[in-house]
């Protein structure tokens, strides 16, 4: 009878932190304000906004920012996403510590999807990717020094829903666009022979020919960026948002680089960390008169000004 007790007492707490565990699983969802019935696009949406809201640049708390971002991660990877759902964040982190996942950083698709910073280089970790974009994006001297948030539309090419139903098993298929087909050269010998062809998807991988799931490949989609340009940026840096130019079965999407361009400004111009403005006056003002002057400059990032009144 004790142990039928105990059993059951054990049964009963297992029971309490399983809808704990559970209950603990909208937390994520709460961070980023949607439900735990939110798309992909929902989530990235929703990402977007609270990390503009409280990004440490803008005041806000450093913490929260690091809690959105982790958020993020896991919910727009559906392998953890599901995970979380069933077993909370503990079975979460019990997983990725057997070696399931994570381990990354969590502000790196942060940097990646808005831009932040400016002009990291070219990554080269092998995998074959479509051709990047570069964009000028005109400035004036004033957004350089005070900093400027832009939202931009990008129209790119994606690979329509079904398109895995439209891969058929080719074993001569080495890699995109690869094949490896074998030649008898003379009794007993073999060559193989590199060529290119389109059809190959992946490696093993080729594509059916008229498939009625996917027959143009691709289509068109309209995505929104938001460009951070930070205050003290230069002509010729970059924004770089990763992976979001157009998809190509067998590739993952290039890097759209916006490049900043200073439009010429009429008053001022900029010689490195120095602002000029030339003013022009009448020689007998130079010479008999007094001289009322008002200097404006920006720092850091506000403008303010200076008399002088002079012969």
Not at 67 to 79: F, G, H, N, P, W
Request: glycine residues 10%; neutral net charge.
């Amino acid at each position: 009878m004790p142990n039928t007790m105990n059993f059951a007492y054990l049964r009963t707490f297992l029971l309490l932190c399983a809808l704990i565990s559970l209950a603990t699983a909208a937390d994520f969802y709460s961070l980023l304000g949607i439900s735990k019935k939110a798309t992909k696009k929902e989530v990235k949406k929703a990402y977007r906004q609270k990390s503009l809201e409280h990004h440490p640049d803008k005041g806000g708390d450093a913490n929260k920012f690091q809690e959105i971002a982790r958020a993020y991660e896991v919910l727009s990877d559906e392998d953890k996403r599901n995970i979380y759902d069933r077993h909370g964040e503990a079975g979460l982190k019990q997983h990725e510590e057997r070696g399931g996942g994570g381990g990354g950083d969590p502000f790196e698709d942060m940097f990646s999807q808005f831009g932040f910073g400016g002009g990291r280089g070219r990554r080269d970790d092998g995998i074959r990717r479509t051709d990047s974009v570069e964009i000028p994006l005109k400035l004036t001297l004033k957004q350089f020094y005070t900093g400027e948030i832009m939202e931009v539309q990008y129209i790119r090419e994606v690979l329509c829903k079904n398109w895995d139903d439209c891969l058929r098993t080719d074993n001569e298929c080495s890699g995109p666009g690869i094949k490896i087909t074998r030649q008898q050269i003379a009794p007993g010998f073999v060559q193989q022979v590199q060529i290119n062809d389109p059809k190959c998807i992946a490696r093993g991988k080729s594509w059916r020919a008229n498939c009625k799931a996917c027959p143009q490949k691709t289509e068109t989609e309209k995505i929104e960026l938001t460009i951070d340009v930070s205050k003290g940026m230069r002509p010729g840096e970059r924004v770089t948002f990763e992976g979001v130019t157009d998809e190509k079965p067998g590739f993952s999407a290039g890097d759209l680089h916006f490049v900043l361009v200073e439009v010429g400004d009429s008053e001022y111009h900029r010689d490195g960390d120095h602002l000029y403005l030339n003013r022009e006056i009448a020689l007998v003002h130079a010479l008999v008169s007094h001289l009322h002057i008002v200097f404006y400059f920006v720092y850091p990032c506000e403008i303010h000004s200076i008399e002088r009144i002079g012969a």
